[in-house]
């Protein structure tokens, strides 16, 4: 496992962050992304996707599920499962199917079901700090 800690100052940061590593992504690549309500998770996939070379919308797939972008270098598929009930659910709406294709999958709150990420994964962490500032956010990329 490799870990590496970036110091987020301001959404701008997070951004370059994500669109670093989505400039960066390859085929068949599954990011988790984890972190408490409001600390920047659609943020994040928005810039992960500007890095893809997506350049509509980007929205929190909170009530879909699943958005599925094709604009891009890459098919992007955007999940966020903190709404779904277990892991037959999880399996019924697709998601090996995506997980396992050709494209990016970037999935939000994909700690409630660790155990359907594939043994390589990377994981996203975003945690605030409030002795560091408002906007501050500590971005944990560990790769597995």
């Given at each position: 496992?490799?870990?590496?800690i ?5 959404e ?73 009930g ?46 560091k ?12």
């Amino acid at each position: 496992m490799k870990q590496t800690i970036i110091d987020s100052f301001s959404e701008e940061d997070t951004f370059r962050i994500a669109k670093e590593m989505g400039e960066k992504a390859y085929p068949g690549e599954v990011i988790s992304l984890v972190g408490d309500l409001g600390t920047g998770k659609t943020l994040f996939s928005k810039g992960f996707a500007e890095g893809l070379g997506i350049d509509e919308p980007i929205t929190s797939p909170t009530f879909t599920i699943l958005q599925i972008y094709e604009t891009g270098r890459l098919p992007f598929y955007h999940f966020d499962v903190y709404r779904i009930g277990s892991l037959e659910e999880l399996e019924d709406m697709g998601y090996y199917e995506y997980v396992d294709g050709k494209g990016v999958s970037l999935i939000e709150w994909a700690d409630l079901f660790e155990e359907s990420l594939p043994k390589n994964h990377i994981e996203v962490k975003i945690e605030k700090d409030l002795e560091k500032g408002f906007d501050y956010r500590r971005v944990s990329i560990c790769e597995f």
